[in-house]
């Protein structure tokens, strides 16, 4: 039990952390107050798609993605189950447009991408089949993710004669940072299998890969993801404010208890009743029980939301999955789906 205790404040503890550190240097007035505003749209337009277009090259093959189509199935339709839940949630219990979206996006997305891949990979106790269908599951839940994102983002916001353009909410998900990145890493994977491949020491491995051919422009790309997430939080942390809670009181509330709550008990009692296990729950808990992804701020921003409110969702739910995914990994253990 302290093992899986240990784990957990492993897992969650860091985001909290640079949060804290990103709140504590606002507070020294190091920067103009405009700085952080601008290291969150760098992070949005730069760093995150870079960091999901890495995320999705790490699959090693997309054919991997036919192989495992019952998990994807499942996934698919848990996330589009969730939003249409999360959707009818907003709508009754939110007045204000510009915090409709923002509360729909806590309780459908999930940080796989930042919190979630590593998350599996842990529980995975070095079992390459959980750490691979983790990566095989990103690469259609992090565009679906992005592409509901946008969407929940838009329909509430209305232009000056109160309309909503489906052909503008298009455009904006085509042109989306997110989703441009997770374009090319699909092209990406596509490419692949018209690259030939040869026998190195009994394994099948590309003739051309960016990790062999092109050492340095892998490690600019690593580099670049591996600031994302932490550069994300610092600004998160910066522009946090407490004075904001009280005010958003039930906002906060409600979509917290739904986030860590409510979502990943539905959406794992089903995968658990289906029949999946050991193998696959390393991942799905990874989807359904971590925190809002922390790129839901910045977007929020860029897409006339309420970034105060989402900035909130992305810390609370931060703090109380550390509780919930360790409620969550005790049960499992204890019904013997997979081993700490």
């Known amino acids: 039990m302290l093992d899986q205790l240990a784990f957990t404040v492993n897992a969650v503890l860091p985001i909290l952390l640079l949060v804290l550190f990103g709140y504590g240097i606002e507070k020294l ?3 103009p107050d405009s700085f952080f505003k601008a290291v969150n749209k760098f992070c949005f337009r730069f760093c ?19 192989k495992n189509w019952e998990i994807i199935v499942f996934a698919v339709s848990a996330i589009v189950g969730v939003f249409l839940l999360g959707l009818l949630v907003s709508i009754l219990c939110v007045k204000d447009d510009r915090q409709k ?6 309780i459908f997305r999930s940080n796989y991408a930042i919190i979630g891949i590593p998350l599996a990979t842990s529980l995975s106790s070095g079992n390459p089949i959980p750490i691979a269908l983790a990566s095989v599951i990103s690469a259609i839940s992090i565009p679906l993710f992005n592409v509901l994102a946008i969407v929940s983002l838009s329909i509430f916001i209305r232009d000056e004669n109160n309309r909503i353009h489906p052909l503008q909410i298009l455009k904006k998900i085509i042109t989306n940072p997110l989703i441009v ?3 090319v890493g699909i092209l990406v994977l596509l490419i692949r299998l018209l690259i030939p491949t040869k026998i190195v020491d009994g394994e099948e491995v590309l003739v051309f890969s960016l990790q062999n ?5 892998y490690k600019v790309i690593s580099q670049i993801a591996q ?38 008990a539905i959406c794992l009692l089903i995968a658990y009743g289906i029949g999946f296990r050991g193998n696959e729950f390393p991942a799905l808990i990874a989807l359904f029980a971590t925190p809002v992804a922390v790129s839901s701020v910045p977007m929020s921003a860029e897409m006339g939301n309420d970034e105060e409110l989402a900035g909130q969702l992305v810390v609370w739910t931060s703090i109380f999955s550390a509780i919930s ?5 005790f049960i499992c ?4 789906i997979f081993i700490v």
């Open 227 to 264: 600031i994302a997430s932490p550069l994300a939080l610092i600004a998160l942390g910066a522009e946090f404010h407490f004075s904001a809670v009280s005010k958003l009181k039930f906002q906060i509330i409600l979509s917290t208890t739904i986030r860590v709550i409510l979502v990943p």
């Open 213 to 217: 051919q092109i050492p340095f422009l």
């Open 333 to 336: 253990t204890q019904i013997g």
């Open 48 to 66: 995150l798609p870079v960091l999901l277009f890495f995320n999705i090259y790490a699959v090693s093959d997309i054919q991997e993605i036919g």
């Open 29 to 31: 007035h190091w920067f």
């Open 325 to 329: 995914l360790f409620v969550i990994i």
């Open 101 to 106: 979206g923002v509360v729909l996006q806590c």
């Open 181 to 183: 990145g997770v374009l």
